[in-house]
């Protein structure tokens, strides 16, 4: 069998097997994406990459996946998740370069939180005085504000209703401004009442919060995503098995792992792409119940290469 018919082998005992109903693979070609994506991980595309997709292009249907429910992504689908790892790139050199239109947005925010702490009279008395706040931000969300006052109490308090829909959009607005040649994840706040405040442009790096590894060692980075990580099936809930272009120093160029948004640890199944298919149609033959339990798909191909 060519690599096509191998799909299209697995498709069909996925189609016959599964109890739920399955999609069809799209015999359209993708290739006119093929430059958009490379542009994109700024690699040539694998030859296997470009003889699958130049015939077939994902599947069509609202159903399960043709590989044992998972989806075979199209090419369109492909550069919107490259988008988002491409996202969490930083630029070499970090900057800000329309300061004073920073500034002002900044201003726009601290002046929302400045209006939120309360500071009225109550009964017949001004209420304590705060001495600073802190809050932070970022282009989807926002915190609520943590006051510490002069007698050392601190206070917790949401930022007033009326403001909230202000305070999305200037998160947007300035992430917008900001990430082409910042794009930090957070801004972090310390407000004094003076109106005077301090802001940090902050990263979340995920290397440092959560502890990846690959099976084998030391074969796939230690990455939350990568742009050069190249997904073909998906589990619908952020998790791939796809291309890996830019491998460990124990991995291989155009090997096949499973990485996503729930894998800390993240597994080489194969070293290209038509052994992955090889082998899941030998497991077929060999063990075809694996397939048609509840157990998530990337875990049995994990238990598979020893790596659960």
């Not at 931000?137 to 006051?147: D, H």
């Not at 272009?245 to 993240?266: A, F, H, S, V, W």
Request: aromatic share 12%; net charge negative.
């Amino acid at each position: 069998m060519n690599i096509i018919e191998k799909i299209e082998h697995i498709a069909n005992w996925t189609s016959k097997n599964d109890s739920r109903d399955t999609n069809q693979i799209n015999h359209e070609s993708g290739e006119n994406d093929f430059s958009a994506i490379e542009e994109m991980i700024d690699e040539k595309l694998p030859n296997e990459f470009i003889e699958v997709y130049s015939k077939i292009n994902g599947e069509n249907g609202e159903n399960s996946g043709i590989l044992f429910g998972l989806q075979f992504i199209s090419t369109e689908k492909i550069k919107l998740e490259l988008e988002f790892s491409i996202s969490l790139l930083k630029p070499a050199e970090r900057k800000i370069i329309d300061t004073k239109t920073s500034k002002k947005i900044l201003d726009e925010i601290s002046d929302l939180y400045l209006k939120s702490i309360p500071n009225k009279k109550k009964f017949g008395l001004f209420s304590k005085k705060w001495i600073k706040a802190k809050f932070d931000c970022s282009n989807q969300s926002y915190s609520g504000i943590k006051v510490e006052y002069e007698n050392g109490d601190k206070k917790n308090y949401n930022l007033k209703e009326n403001f909230r829909d202000k305070m999305f959009a200037l998160g947007k607005e300035i992430h917008k401004l900001e990430e082409k040649n910042y794009n930090w994840d957070s801004l972090e706040f310390v407000l004094f009442p003076n109106r005077k405040y301090i802001v940090e442009r902050k990263d979340y790096v995920w290397e440092d919060k959560i502890d990846f590894s690959s099976c084998p060692d030391d074969s796939i980075r230690k990455k939350y995503f990568h742009y050069k990580w190249l997904p073909m099936f998906s589990d619908y809930g952020g998790n791939f098995i796809g291309f890996d272009l830019d491998p460990d120093k124990n991995g291989t160029k155009g090997q096949i792992i499973i990485y996503g948004r729930d894998e800390e640890k993240m597994v080489v199944l194969a070293d290209n792409l038509n052994d992955f298919l090889d082998l899941s149609i030998k497991e077929i033959n060999e063990n075809p119940n694996q397939f048609l339990t509840e157990t998530h798909i990337h875990e049995i191909f994990k238990r598979i290469k020893n790596c659960a």
